[in-house]
């Protein structure tokens, strides 16, 4: 196939609380020049049932995760650590996406196997610009090994011109 008419396919998990966070999130990769699917997780307790369920049922694992530290029932440092502890799920990328400036948040983050940490903006404008670049960067920019589900598949509709969220 014809790697022009071929568009990538992206599957992101956002444990985020904050439904209007969400929806920047989603706004910002309205435009992304690949398939973009969103699982929304509202608390780690979700996420990790999220998770979970994706290896239990052979289902495909998301590319990338976006993750608040700040969540009901489950924390994202509980999140992150369960996650880069378990041999399956450690390869996937974990961006902490959160409003806390605190500098032991940051530190606790990447000790914990972080691949980054980003703090939210507080403006739309600047919001967009933040979530762009995520995607420039860990969907056009990195190679992530194929081996846990192959981050950028091609869409068996995307050949059609068919955008599927």
């Known amino acids: 196939m014809d790697q022009l008419n071929v568009m990538k396919t992206v599957k992101i998990l956002v444990v985020e609380d904050s439904p209007s966070d969400v929806r920047l ?29 994706c290896k239990n049922a052979d289902s495909p694992l998301p590319d990338l995760i976006l993750l608040d530290l700040n969540l009901p029932r489950k924390n994202g440092r509980e999140v992150l650590m369960e996650v880069k502890s378990d041999p399956e799920l450690k390869p996937i990328p974990v961006l902490v996406m959160t409003s806390s400036y605190d500098e032991d948040d940051i530190a606790q ?9 980003i703090r939210k903006p507080i403006d739309l404008i600047e919001y967009q610009r933040v979530v762009r670049a995520i995607e420039d960067f860990w969907f056009l920019t990195v190679t992530l090994p194929e081996t846990y589900n192959g981050p950028l598949q091609a869409h068996p509709l995307a050949a059609s011109g068919h955008r599927v969220h």
């Open 25 to 53: 999130i989603r706004e910002a990769l309205r435009g992304a020049p690949m398939v973009v699917h969103i699982t929304v997780a509202r608390d780690g307790v979700e996420a990790m049932d999220y998770l979970h369920h």
């Open 109 to 117: 983050a990447y000790s914990l196997n972080a691949n980054c940490y």
